[in-house]
């Protein structure tokens, strides 16, 4: 937000207006209770932040904002109050330069600690600060609760309401599309020959298909291994078809 729309005008009229929500800010109060009239004085002070040029403004904004006039103004009762105790003449007593200061006064009797309050109603007192504090602490989780089930309601659905999560291909289908894709490499490479399927094949393709039972770590570390076999095999059958063929020539 443009710092430049900031002034003292804007402060003013925000800090009137909060004066007129005692929802807001009279903890000792049973509007400061009430969930639906804190919802709707933040509604309006969302609005008049809105039309003075603050279009992004939400609740947050509204809080957070509150929280640093009555800081800085808590920060000046606590000086002036202390300037009081310590006995200084009239003319010494710390006088505040915060310019909204008197404009915050409304919520002085708000800012006084428990144990400056009368003893009888010391125990009330602090029950009343106690639930509001846990009110607003509620507001906050509700909040929170709202926004993850927007977010939930947002998710795809398919026909029958459910959210549909993406969907995942698994890694034990990975590693059997995998081996049937390496089975039928070696299908297709005897079939090429247009040989018949004979010991030699068929230990290598035995060897295969125990492979393919095989986890993904040993399957992967045993690839290379499986290769120089069949191609071991390979060799020796080729060789033991050359042996016969010169047996056969040979008188």
């Not at 909204?100 to 009797?109: G, H, S």
């Not at 992967?220 to 095999?233: D, F, G, K, R, V």
């Not at 059958?237 to 042996?243: A, E, I, M, N």
């Amino acid at each position: 937000m443009d710092i430049r729309l900031w002034s003292k005008e804007l402060i003013t009229d925000f800090i009137n207006m909060y004066k007129c929500y005692p929802c807001l800010w009279k903890i000792k109060s049973d509007e400061y209770k009430n969930r639906n009239l804190r919802d709707e004085a933040y509604k309006n002070l969302i609005e008049f932040y809105k039309m003075r040029g603050f279009p992004d403004t939400n609740r947050d904004f509204i809080v957070k904002k509150i929280q640093s006039l009555r800081g800085s103004f808590r920060k000046e009762t606590k000086k002036i109050q202390e300037s009081q105790r310590s006995g200084r003449g009239t003319k010494e007593i710390y006088v505040s330069s915060l310019w909204y200061y008197d404009l915050l006064l409304f919520t002085k009797d708000q800012e006084l600690p428990v144990d400056t309050l009368s003893s009888v109603s010391n125990i009330d007192t602090q029950e009343d600060i106690q639930d509001a504090r846990n009110e607003e602490n509620k507001e906050e989780e509700e909040s929170e609760m709202e926004e993850s089930s927007t977010s939930r309601q947002n998710a795809p659905k398919n026909d029958i309401g459910t959210v549909v999560k993406p969907a995942v291909k698994s890694k034990k289908r990975k590693i059997a599309d995998s081996h049937t894709e390496f089975l039928e490499m070696c299908t297709a490479t005897l079939k090429a020959n247009n040989q018949p399927i004979n010991e030699f094949d068929a230990i290598g393709i035995n060897v295969s298909k125990k492979l393919a039972k095989m986890e993904q770590a040993v399957y992967a570390e045993n690839c290379t291994e499986l290769a120089q076999q069949l191609h071991h095999l390979r060799l020796l059958q080729h060789l033991k078809y050359f042996s016969l063929k010169r047996q056969i020539s040979c008188p």
